[in-house]
């Protein structure tokens, strides 16, 4: 099992930054990868970025590629998501999730595919 613990979020206004924070914890040696995934009210979970867990490869959904930037700290077990330039459609419950086994790039961003969720962590950008 590994346990995962999101931080971070909070209310800002068009324009300004973010900084995510995901904590792993438990059986960390078995994840592949981590993403975050965000949901907005009323729609549907949606993929935002990614990250391999023991290669230096990462993937973004493309609303936000060149604003977000996901990072990793092994040694810590954290994932971060670093959000710039925010707008208020970045308005959304964001989740931490971990994959206890390999994917390849085109199935990495299914929810389906993500073993472990953390509860979530609210971002509100307001205009």
């Known amino acids: 099992q590994v346990q995962l613990v999101e931080s971070g979020g909070g209310l800002v206004q068009t324009g300004g930054s973010l900084r995510l924070s995901c904590s792993a914890s438990?059986?960390?040696?078995?994840?592949?990868?981590m993403g975050w995934f965000r949901q907005a009210p009323g729609k549907e979970r949606e993929f935002v970025a990614a990250?391999?867990?023991?290669?230096?490869?990462?993937y973004y959904e493309v609303s936000v590629k060149g604003r977000f930037t996901i990072s990793r700290d092994n040694a810590k077990n954290t994932v971060d998501l670093q959000m710039n330039s925010l707008k208020p459609e970045d308005t959304a419950v964001y989740y931490c999730?971990?994959?206890?086994?390999?994917?390849?790039?085109?199935?990495?961003?299914?929810?389906?595919?993500?073993?472990?969720w953390g509860q979530g962590t609210q971002v509100t950008v307001s205009s």
């Open positions: 438990g059986r960390t040696l078995s994840t592949a990868a």
């Open positions: 999730a971990a994959q206890s086994a390999y994917t390849n790039s085109a199935i990495i961003k299914l929810m389906r595919r993500y073993n472990y």
């Open positions: 990250i391999r867990w023991s290669e230096p490869i990462t």
